[in-house]
């Protein structure tokens, strides 16, 4: 059973009296990663840092690997839906970051056919919020892992996850939200270094992708540090308009092990963020070369 604790945070509001009021927000933090794949049902349980599956089918299709990634800005604009209608059609892995497990999401989801997969990094008035993976087919194994902020107190998550292909290797997935409000470069440095300990155990294909929140050359440095030792290169996008601060792009999709056949990154009013879409060709191994000779 998790451990939560609470944090409550209290703003006022000036009133036209003169009054001042003031307005609670409770907000329920996870004292320890925890996932839920059962986010469908009425009730969805967070309760395991790691879940694993047997017997999973291929993610690619037809060696084909098609992959959208969006902060989705807890689906706070009226057209989100119709946004990731259309940014995810044809996609066979959504990575979401800020994704809010509102009533509106959950029936979203409900009426489709992905494979969905939530990282807890809190409760907001008992609605879940973190990154989501929608895949067209199970992983293997997948882990929460959480940050904390330390201004805010309140946790950034990311999911690794292992998803077959249909050449038989193993594809390694991180959704990340990088930690975002620190006067240094500490707790981000901590926070990639943990999960470049996680995909450095993989030797196959790979794919590091997210709201990096890299607004400071600092930050862009350890991205760069950590994706070299992975071996891992970042997408050309021939349309890029993600999002910049600081002229820094927030989002990244890195990767390795794939050949890449296009990119972009398009401009919507549905988020604050811009998604990345990208598709990829599955290389084909020796063994099932020679099988097609």
Known sequence: MARYIRILIVTGVLLAAGTVGFTEWSFKVTQTPELATNIKTVMPKYSYNCITKQNVLPLDVDGKLHVTVWNIYKQQRDNWQTALQEYSAGSQLVLLQEANLTAGLA????????????????????????????????????????????????????????????????????NLHGVNFTLGVDEYEIQMAKLERVLATHSGPMILAGDFNSWRQARVDIVEAITGRLGLREIELGNDQ?????????????????????????????????????????????????KQQ
Not at 256 to 280: C, Q
């Open 107 to 174: 029936d979203y989801l409900r009426n489709t056919s992905w494979q969905v997969t939530m990282a807890n990094a809190f409760k907001f008035l008992d609605t879940s919020a973190g990154v989501m993976n929608l895949s067209g087919a199970s992983a293997n194994k997948t882990c929460a892992y959480l940050s904390m902020e330390p201004w805010l107190q309140l946790p950034k998550s990311a999911l690794f996850a292992r998803y077959l292909l249909s050449n038989g290797q193993e594809l390694a997935v991180v």
């Open 242 to 290: 993600r999002i910049k601060v600081l002229g820094q792009p927030l989002d990244h999709l890195y990767y390795r092990g794939l050949s890449l056949i296009k990119a972009e990154a398009p401009l919507t009013d549905a988020s604050d963020h811009n998604p990345i879409i990208a598709s990829f060709k599955v290389k084909l191994m020796r063994s099932s070369v020679a």
